[in-house]
């Protein structure tokens, strides 16, 4: 770098131009390479900061040092050669700022950049553009000058010196009154970054996020956050990233839970009670078929974090390759199962025809295709791919949907635009697997024990499946199909806090994954997770029940006798299964089984009791609240009495 720049420079300027190289918390011979610079150049001196004080960090002391006109840095992999970054200064004028742009026409970057590097450039430019009104298209590009005038009066204001350091230097010029331009460039994308695009591009968002907080009326929440960080991240031990991976799972899926609940509440305005009853009878039973198919979710997951860790791609992709191969069977087994029993399905779920049938059977069979390729990337913790896909499926769902009710297909509409969606998302999660992993593999070996844990997983998970999503079927049974359109709207808000939380255990499955054992981190990561749970889940349970009528306003057009009290009821009986949750995932995540045994015993015992107390829809909801808190407290004697986390709580 010092060899391009340093001539090119020194040749037109001579002793009207400095460079100042900031080491800081360098382990290579930098400092010495610069002297030998300096000795030849009395342009060039070195800025010596023992600790690694970040990107921003080594730009403000840089700062602080500079004595010229005007104040400008570049990255130091050579990425910006010296005449693009002259162009700056020949284009500066009048301005407080110019920053050079990879995207801006006219622009030079060669090679082209790898494509989730070009996605997250977007993503975080949006972002920026959204929360600070930067009109800027490349707020990252290395390469900027800045009046120094400008530098003096902004500097004391920056405190971000880490990824969003970049958006704040602009962002205090814009607010100190200072124009900024931005120019094309030319640059040479540099091989050998050490930058993990997934990892730095979570980083530099939730940095976005803290950096409007802080300018915000809610600045407060980042001092919340300071006084509670020693004990979300000790000193001295490695950081889990649960809350930057829950905020981002759940920031990302926020979309698509608007477009569900759009979804599900201009269904339930356009369709019949009795309509709507078959649509969100077959989307339950989806919802309880899924708990199943999840087991394999679940072990692509835990397999696939063991690998990553491990380095170990080949294995992943060898995976995924076997298990399509081995759904082949299963699948036609279903299809010719769903076509042999249709007529008995009808007449269990009182339908008129076989089309909720067969569509639910093929969302299954793409649910199977769907589970391999999504637990892969939770398990890599590409939990971005994860948001984003889960967002455009539900935006297709919402459209689609809206378009064939439209058309007058009702539930047979409703349940066609589930099924395309989530198709779409399956081959977009495919894509996304491929481009991370690529398409070589060793054979079709799959991970020993991959079958049995997947065995396992599906027990426990079947039961807990009975627990959250039995009731809407219960109650189609055994009441009419008005009585269970009324139900059905009435617990959607319940069930929506229910799944509220869920993203919290998707951050923590593979941070907690192992063969058997504890520790202590991991156990800190299940503490930090149920808190996140209670506090998002309690949140809007209490929205559940302090305004029952308002949320019930917004779903339909009409509110039913007892509708308010049942929304009340349910909320308080999923409450429970909340916390289960996060103790479920976390007991699976470390391969043991044990807390199924209360499962079941629960789940027996809910459905039984329904077979005993169905005259009213209150029974029902009642006895799944007593079997929550039941399930509950005996999975929390359960984990407690694990060995393994006896150990890692130092009670051996």
Same mark, same amino acid.
Request: charged share 15%; aromatic share 10%; net charge positive.
């Given at each position: 770098?010092?060899?391009?720049?340093?001539?090119?420079?020194?040749?037109?300027?001579?002793?009207?131009?400095?460079?100042?190289?900031?080491?800081?918390?360098?382990?290579?011979?930098?400092?010495?390479?610069?002297?030998?610079?300096?000795?030849?150049?009395?342009?060039?001196? &070195?800025?010596?900061?023992?600790?690694?004080?970040?990107?921003?960090?080594?730009?403000?002391?840089?700062?602080?040092?500079?004595?010229?006109?005007?104040?400008?840095?570049?990255?130091?992999?050579?990425?910006?050669?010296?005449?693009?970054?002259?162009?700056?200064?020949?284009?500066?004028?009048?301005?407080?700022?110019?920053?050079?742009?990879?995207?801006?026409?006219?622009?030079?970057?060669?090679?082209?950049?790898?494509?989730?590097?070009?996605?997250?450039?977007?993503?975080?430019?949006?972002?920026?553009?959204?929360?600070?009104?930067?009109?800027?298209?490349?707020?990252?590009?290395?390469?900027?000058?800045?009046?120094?005038?400008?530098?003096?009066?902004?500097?004391?204001?920056?405190?971000?010196?880490?990824?969003?350091?970049?958006?704040?230097?602009?962002?205090?010029?814009?607010?100190?009154?200072?124009?900024?331009?931005?120019?094309?460039?030319?640059?040479?994308?540099?091989?050998?970054?050490?930058?993990?695009?997934?990892?730095?591009?979570?980083?530099?968002?939730?940095?976005?996020?803290?950096?409007?907080?802080?300018?915000?009326?809610?600045?407060?929440?980042?001092?919340?956050?300071?006084?509670?960080?020693?004990?979300?991240?000790?000193?001295?031990?490695?950081?889990?990233?649960?809350?930057?991976?829950?905020?981002?799972?759940?920031?990302?899926?926020?979309?698509?839970?608007?477009?569900?609940?759009?979804?599900?509440?201009?269904?339930?305005?356009?369709?019949?009670?009795?309509?709507?009853?078959?649509?969100?009878?077959?989307?339950?039973?989806?919802?309880?078929?899924?708990?199943?198919?999840?087991?394999?979710?679940?072990?692509?997951?835990?397999?696939?974090?063991?690998?990553?860790?491990?380095?170990?791609?080949?294995?992943?992709?060898?995976?995924?390759?076997?298990?399509?191969?081995?759904?082949?069977?299963?699948?036609?087994?279903?299809?010719?199962?769903?076509?042999?029993?249709?007529?008995?399905?009808?007449?269990?779920?009182?339908?008129?025809?076989?089309?909720?049938?067969?569509?639910?059977?093929?969302?299954?069979?793409?649910?199977?295709?769907?589970?391999?390729?999504?637990?892969?990337?939770?398990?890599?913790?590409?939990?971005?791919?994860?948001?984003?896909?889960?967002?455009?499926?539900?935006?297709?769902?919402?459209?689609?949907?809206?378009?064939?009710?439209?058309?007058?297909?009702?539930?047979?509409?409703?349940?066609?635009?589930?099924?395309?969606?989530?198709?779409?998302?399956?081959?977009?999660?495919?894509?996304?697997?491929?481009?991370?992993?690529?398409?070589?593999?060793?054979?079709?070996?799959?991970?020993?024990?991959?079958?049995?844990?997947?065995?396992?997983?599906?027990?426990?998970?079947?039961?807990?499946?009975?627990?959250?999503?039995?009731?809407?079927?219960?109650?189609?049974?055994?009441?009419?199909?008005?009585?269970?359109?009324?139900?059905?709207?009435?617990?959607?808000?319940?069930?929506?806090?229910?799944?509220?939380?869920?993203?919290?255990?998707?951050?923590?499955?593979?941070?907690?994954?192992?063969?058997?054992?504890?520790?202590?981190?991991?156990?800190?990561?299940?503490?930090?997770?149920?808190?996140?749970?209670?506090?998002?889940?309690?949140?809007?349970?209490?929205?559940?029940?302090?305004?029952?009528?308002?949320?019930?306003?917004?779903?339909?057009?009409?509110?039913?006798?007892?509708?308010?009290?049942?929304?009340?009821?349910? &909320?308080?009986?999923?409450?429970?299964?909340?916390?289960?949750?996060?103790?479920?995932?976390?007991?699976?995540?470390?391969?043991?089984?044990?807390?199924?045994?209360?499962?079941?015993?629960?789940?027996?015992?809910?459905?039984?009791?329904?077979?005993?107390?169905?005259?009213?829809?209150?029974?029902?909801?009642?006895?799944?609240?007593?079997?929550?808190?039941?399930?509950?407290?005996?999975?929390?004697?359960?984990?407690?009495?694990?060995?393994?986390?006896?150990?890692?709580?130092?009670?051996?």
């Amino acid at each position: 770098m010092l060899e391009a720049y340093l001539p090119y420079f020194t040749s037109r300027y001579g002793d009207k131009v400095e460079f100042l190289v900031v080491v800081n918390g360098s382990t290579d011979e930098t400092e010495e390479v610069v002297a030998g610079f300096a000795a030849r150049y009395s342009q060039v001196r &070195a800025i010596v900061e023992p600790e690694p004080i970040g990107k921003g960090g080594a730009l403000m002391v840089g700062f602080r040092h500079a004595q010229g006109e005007w104040v400008g840095f570049v990255d130091a992999d050579g990425s910006t050669p010296p005449e693009a970054f002259h162009d700056l200064v020949e284009n500066i004028g009048q301005a407080g700022g110019i920053i050079a742009s990879r995207w801006a026409k006219g622009s030079q970057v060669s090679p082209r950049q790898p494509f989730d590097r070009r996605v997250a450039s977007r993503i975080f430019n949006l972002m920026t553009r959204t929360l600070f009104g930067l009109r800027l298209t490349d707020t990252q590009c290395g390469a900027k000058l800045i009046r120094r005038e400008a530098i003096q009066a902004i500097l004391p204001h920056l405190g971000i010196t880490r990824w969003a350091f970049d958006v704040d230097l602009l962002f205090q010029l814009r607010r100190a009154g200072y124009a900024i331009k931005e120019i094309p460039t030319i640059w040479h994308d540099v091989e050998g970054s050490k930058i993990q695009v997934g990892k730095a591009s979570t980083e530099m968002m939730m940095a976005l996020v803290r950096l409007r907080l802080i300018y915000s009326p809610f600045s407060w929440v980042v001092k919340l956050y300071g006084l509670v960080g020693p004990w979300i991240h000790p000193v001295g031990e490695a950081r889990d990233y649960l809350i930057t991976h829950s905020l981002v799972l759940f920031i990302g899926t926020q979309f698509g839970n608007i477009c569900n609940m759009l979804f599900q509440i201009i269904m339930a305005r356009m369709l019949s009670n009795a309509e709507y009853g078959v649509l969100f009878a077959a989307l339950s039973a989806l919802m309880m078929l899924s708990m199943p198919l999840s087991a394999l979710n679940g072990a692509v997951t835990h397999f696939t974090a063991l690998f990553s860790a491990k380095g170990k791609q080949e294995k992943i992709i060898a995976m995924m390759v076997g298990l399509f191969r081995d759904l082949l069977l299963p699948t036609v087994l279903l299809v010719l199962m769903v076509v042999l029993w249709r007529q008995d399905l009808m007449r269990a779920f009182k339908l008129d025809s076989p089309g909720p049938v067969y569509l639910v059977a093929g969302t299954i069979v793409l649910l199977l295709l769907g589970s391999v390729a999504s637990g892969v990337l939770a398990g890599m913790q590409a939990f971005e791919w994860v948001a984003l896909i889960g967002n455009g499926w539900t935006l297709l769902r919402l459209v689609l949907g809206i378009v064939l009710a439209l058309l007058g297909l009702g539930a047979i509409g409703g349940l066609t635009a589930n099924m395309v969606g989530v198709l779409i998302s399956v081959a977009l999660s495919l894509a996304v697997c491929i481009s991370l992993l690529g398409r070589h593999w060793k054979g079709l070996k799959r991970p020993v024990g991959l079958y049995s844990y997947m065995g396992g997983y599906m027990m426990t998970v079947t039961a807990f499946g009975v627990l959250t999503s039995a009731d809407v079927l219960l109650v189609k049974y055994y009441f009419t199909p008005e009585e269970a359109g009324a139900f059905s709207k009435a617990t959607m808000w319940a069930r929506m806090a229910f799944f509220l939380p869920s993203p919290v255990c998707s951050a923590m499955f593979p941070k907690v994954t192992s063969t058997g054992e504890s520790s202590r981190a991991n156990h800190r990561t299940l503490m930090k997770a149920l808190v996140l749970t209670g506090l998002l889940g309690g949140g809007i349970g209490l929205v559940s029940l302090a305004v029952p009528e308002l949320l019930l306003g917004i779903l339909s057009k009409e509110i039913h006798p007892g509708q308010a009290n049942i929304l009340r009821c349910m &909320a308080l009986a999923l409450a429970p299964l909340t916390l289960l949750m996060v103790l479920l995932n976390y007991e699976l995540a470390q391969r043991r089984f044990r807390i199924m045994i209360p499962l079941y015993l629960c789940a027996g015992g809910y459905v039984l009791g329904v077979m005993r107390w169905h005259e009213t829809l209150f029974q029902v909801v009642g006895v799944l609240g007593a079997m929550s808190v039941t399930a509950l407290g005996l999975s929390l004697v359960v984990v407690k009495s694990s060995r393994a986390v006896r150990g890692a709580l130092g009670e051996k």
